[in-house]
């Protein structure tokens, strides 16, 4: 049995999605971010950054938090739902290549976007100036993804195959649906998440967390 601790919206969307698409046994244990829950002696036992979301894995006696290493351990753990090609093969890198890039490049530009304030020190207007730039390079890799899936020939992100980044993408994108030039405005991007938004267990999850429409 698993537990996902969840905020509604919050990076918890993407295992949430795993998780149904797997159709393994979980509950969802709501960390009310609004009441500083993510900040408690009790959730910082299981995550000491106080960052959502957290994956319990009774059956492993295993916390896990970071969203990348929680898709991972799902994909593994479930593979007869063929949610990441098989391990030392070309897709498997090429998986990764993505997966680390939403992780490690993309998601941190957009945490910058989001709280430009804890780079400037309280200075307002400098914290405009962060949160422009940090748009601008978004746009950036958004393009560099819209291209990936042009060369691909989707649907998904590695092809035909849908896998854990393709969720991880979906919910990438769906931050980026208030900006100038959201990731909905390019032409394999708006595709992929239309295609996305049509799967069953996404649906669920969405639903799960109450998040209204437009999704992205």
């Known amino acids: 049995m698993y537990t996902l601790h969840y905020f509604p919206g919050n990076a918890n969307l993407t295992p949430h999605m795993l998780l149904e698409e797997i159709g393994a046994p979980y509950t969802l244990a709501l960390v009310d971010r609004e009441q500083n829950a993510h900040q408690s002696a009790a959730y910082l036992e299981l995550n000491p950054s106080g960052r ?3 994956l319990v894995d009774a059956s492993l006696d295993l916390v896990l938090f970071e ?8 994909a593994d753990r479930h593979p007869v739902a063929n949610l990441a090609p098989p391990l ?4 498997r ?23 430009p304030q804890r780079l400037t020190e309280g200075d307002e207007a400098m914290a405009q100036v962060v949160k422009r730039e ?19 020939g989707g649907p998904w992100l590695l092809g035909a195959s849908y896998t854990i980044v393709d969720p991880y993408l979906f919910m990438l994108c769906r931050w ?7 990731a909905r405005d390019r032409p394999y991007l708006r595709d992929f998440l239309a295609s996305v ?13 109450k998040l209204a429409q437009p999704w992205y």
């Open 67 to 74: 969203t990348a290493a929680i898709s991972l351990h799902l």
């Open 197 to 209: 938004s049509t799967r069953p267990a996404v649906q669920r999850a969405m639903t799960q967390e």
């Open 176 to 182: 980026t649906r208030m900006m100038g030039r959201p």
């Open 88 to 91: 030392a093969t070309a897709p």
């Open 93 to 115: 890198a090429t998986m990764l290549k993505w997966l680390l890039y939403l992780a490690d490049t993309l998601q941190p530009e957009l945490m910058t976007y989001f709280y």
């Open 134 to 152: 940090a748009e601008r390079r978004v746009a950036g890799m958004l393009d560099i993804l819209d291209a990936e899936l042009a060369r691909s």
């Open 52 to 54: 959502i979301p957290v």
